[in-house]
């Protein structure tokens, strides 16, 4: 088990926006977490890398493991975010060379050697499905790319320092249907080295790139199961209806 959830629960000031979530996230599996809008999927997937900790109004209780070890009680943000990588809805590289998108963590962490940097830029954008695209133009800026590179590339970002879980927000939502194919595409390769947990709005995302997939209504898990499973044969009503359309 790569994360193990425990009675999580997670209030945005005085609101409750999760109740006893608990769930358990295998390695190099993808997970996927559905539900309507404003259920608590980007809330809880903001847990696991500890991205709450810059709000000072989030109150989280219950037990998050990661590889056995507390996310909050035994591990700084520091080691949780080198571990555990994060993709965002919207694709937003920095203002910056393709190159220095993806080096930017490696710098960060030290590394200065010039053919090292050069080595593991290569191997997060190849690991991504970016490099034959840009390895001629590396120099160029980020911004000049298309959506579905810049998200590629916020991959690869994510990816450079060599995590062991990428954690993904909706990252197709802003994208084309060819875009949103490479990525779903990615998803398959990348589950060989990495955990991963996506947000969807879209069922057959899930159905098309996850192992497992969790179904979230009003702050709560009401069912999780293998993806297969629970779309095929859901065991509460509340899932059927959602996964047939019938709310939300
Ligand atoms: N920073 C915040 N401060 C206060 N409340 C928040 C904050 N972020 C989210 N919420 C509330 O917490 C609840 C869960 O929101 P969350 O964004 O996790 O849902 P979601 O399932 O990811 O929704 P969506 O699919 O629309 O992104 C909502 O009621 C939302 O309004």
């Known amino acids: 088990?790569?994360?193990?959830?425990?009675?999580?629960?997670?209030?945005?000031?005085?609101?409750?926006?999760?109740?006893?979530?608990?769930?358990?996230?295998?390695?190099?599996?993808?997970?996927?977490?559905?539900?309507?809008?404003?259920?608590?999927?980007?809330?809880?997937?903001k847990i696991l890398n500890r991205l709450h900790d810059l709000n000072p109004n989030v109150r989280i209780e219950g037990d998050v493991k990661l590889d056995g070890k507390d996310i909050f009680a035994e591990m700084d943000p520091i080691e949780v975010r080198r571990r555990v990588g994060m993709v965002f809805?919207?694709?937003?590289?920095?203002?910056?060379?393709?190159?220095?998108?993806?080096?930017?963590?490696?710098?960060?962490?030290?590394?200065?050697?010039?053919?090292?940097?050069?080595?593991?830029?290569?191997k997060a954008l190849e690991d991504a499905a970016l490099w034959d695209e840009v390895k001629d133009r590396l120099n160029s800026s980020a911004l000049g790319m298309s959506g579905g590179q810049q998200q590629r590339l916020c991959i690869a970002r994510a990816l450079a320092p060599g995590p062991e879980v990428l954690l993904m927000d909706e990252p197709t939502s802003a994208l084309d249907p060819i875009s949103t194919s490479k990525i779903e595409d990615l998803c398959h390769s990348l589950k060989q080295h990495y955990?991963?947990?996506?947000?969807?709005?879209?069922?057959?995302?899930?159905?098309?790139?996850?192992?497992?997939?969790?179904f979230f209504l009003l702050g709560e898990v009401i069912e999780m199961n293998e993806t297969q499973e629970l779309f095929s044969n859901p065991k509460e009503a509340q899932t059927s209806k959602y996964i047939t359309g019938r709310f939300g």
């Open 195 to 214: 955990t991963i947990v996506i947000v969807t709005h879209n069922m057959q995302q899930a159905l098309r790139v996850s192992d497992k997939t969790a």
């Open 89 to 122: 809805q919207s694709p937003n590289p920095f203002a910056k060379s393709i190159y220095n998108n993806v080096a930017y963590g490696l710098k960060l962490a030290g590394i200065k050697n010039k053919t090292e940097l050069d080595d593991r830029v290569k």
């Open 1 to 45: 088990m790569k994360f193990e959830a425990r009675d999580v629960d997670l209030y945005y000031g005085s609101k409750q926006a999760l109740k006893k979530i608990n769930m358990d996230i295998e390695e190099k599996e993808v997970t996927a977490l559905i539900g309507p809008s404003g259920c608590g999927k980007s809330t809880f997937l």
